[in-house]
Nanobody
Framework: QVQLVESGGGLVPPGGSLRLSCTAS????????INWYRQAPGKQRDLVAGISSSGTPNYVDSVKGRFSISRDDAKNTVYLQMNSLKPEDAAVYFC???????????????WGQGTQVTVSA
C-alpha cells in the first residue's frame, strides 16, 4: 500500500520547537524528493521545505535558519525540525513525495493526510 504518514504535530508556545516525521511505505523511497507543505485555514497550500533524493535541502525564505529538513532512507523517513516557531507557522503540514526517476508503474506524486501544528501561548 502506497502511503505517507506524518506525525509529530501538536501545540507549542511561540519560540518552541517541534519535529515532524514523514514515513513512506509502498514506494522506492530513494526515487523520490520529499517536500513539506503547509496550509493555514482559508489559505492555499504552500511549499515550506524540500529535500532531493540525494539529500540536498531547500527552504522558503520565511523558514530559513529556523527549520531543518533531513532524510533517513534506511527508515524511509523525512524529518522537519522546526525551531523558533511563530504563530504564523501554525497550519496543517503535509508531506509530499515527488518521483524523480522514470517509471511506468510507480506513482508520480504521493500525499500524506497532514498533521496539525498550532503555535499559541
Amino acid at each position: 500500500q502506497v502511503q505517507l504518514v506524518e506525525s509529530g504535530g501538536g501545540l507549542v508556545p511561540p519560540g518552541g520547537s517541534l519535529r515532524l516525521s514523514c514515513t513512506a511505505s509502498g514506494i522506492i523511497f530513494s526515487w523520490y524528493e520529499i517536500n513539506w507543505y503547509r496550509q493555514a485555514p482559508g489559505k492555499q497550500r504552500d511549499l515550506v521545505a524540500g529535500i532531493s533524493s540525494s539529500g540536498t535541502p531547500n527552504y522558503v525564505d520565511s523558514v530559513k535558519g529556523r527549520f531543518s529538513i533531513s532524510r533517513d532512507d534506511a527508515k524511509n523517513t523525512v524529518y522537519l525540525q522546526m525551531n523558533s516557531l511563530k504563530p504564523e507557522d501554525a497550519a496543517v503540514y503535509f508531506c509530499n513525495a515527488h518521483r524523480t526517476v522514470f517509471s511506468l508503474r510507480a506513482p508520480s506524486e504521493v500525499w500524506g493526510q497532514g498533521t496539525q501544528v498550532t503555535v499559541s501561548a
